[in-house]
């Protein structure tokens, strides 16, 4: 039982590239989520999606987009990278109310 | 707007010192409550949570919480830390009835150092 999987773990981007961050869980929950954790200001929630098709925005979504087309694969993609998106990004997926973390992804942005 | 609020932003403590990490939150309604850990390099897991019921939680690694309600605070102790529990705690709450009963309010989160 892998939980919820990341990739990749570190990358380097320079400005106004795009790439998409996967994320995927077997545990067939239907909540996912995306979150930054940036120094001092704990986790901010990108977007998050609550089954199948479904998916929505949270604090932080601008630069962001998200699609939720199986209940495993939940990638966030970056549409063109500024550097005020370096951080580390954290995929979610929960049971009930209790969150399970991927790894991490760490994003620099030149 | 629903928020949670953690005290102390950085705590130092030497190995079999007493721990307790503040947390407070502000939503008058029920409320389910967490404290996850994230140690050094790591992802975020579960340390404990309360739902209801006994207010005093207990979690992993002799960790525990208790839930005042009249205070709206959730913190976390432990009697005796060790090096290991050098990590970041975070506390989160989410609201019943607040729409998508799944999305946590977290914490900024407190940086827990224990030196040997």
């Known amino acids: 039982n892998a939980g919820v999987t990341q990739t990749p773990k570190f990358q380097v981007l320079k400005t106004g590239q795009s790439m998409t961050l996967q994320c995927a869980q077997d545990?067939?929950?239907?909540?996912m989520s995306w979150y930054r954790q940036d120094p001092g200001m704990g986790l901010r929630l990108i977007h998050y999606?609550?089954?199948?098709?479904?998916?929505d925005q949270g604090e932080v979504p601008n630069g962001y987009n998200v699609s939720r087309s199986t209940t495993e694969d939940f990638p966030l993609r970056l549409l063109s990278a500024a550097p005020s998106q370096t951080s580390v990004y954290f995929c979610?997926?929960?049971?009930?109310?209790?969150?399970?973390f991927g790894p991490g992804t760490r994003l620099t942005v030149l | 707007a629903q928020s949670v609020s953690q005290h102390n932003h950085h705590v130092i403590l030497s190995e079999a010192a007493s721990l307790e990490l503040g947390c407070n939150y502000s939503?008058?309604?029920?409320?389910?409550l967490f404290w996850y850990v994230q140690y050094p390099g790591q992802h975020l897991q579960l340390l404990l949570k309360?739902?209801?019921?006994d207010p005093l939680v207990k979690g992993i690694k002799g960790f525990e919480a208790e839930f005042i309600k009249s205070k709206f605070s959730f913190n976390l102790r432990k009697p005796s830390v060790q090096w290991s529990d050098t990590a970041e705690y975070f506390c989160?709450?989410?609201?019943?009835?607040?729409?998508?009963?799944?999305?946590?309010?977290w914490g900024l989160g407190t940086s827990l150092a224990v030196n040997p």
């Open positions: 979610a997926s929960s049971l009930a109310d209790t969150q399970y």
């Open positions: 545990m067939n929950h239907e909540y």
């Open positions: 999606s609550v089954g199948a098709g479904i998916t």
């Open positions: 939503y008058g309604g029920t409320v389910n």
């Open positions: 309360y739902f209801s019921g």
């Open positions: 989160a709450v989410n609201a019943e009835n607040a729409g998508n009963n799944r999305k946590l309010i």
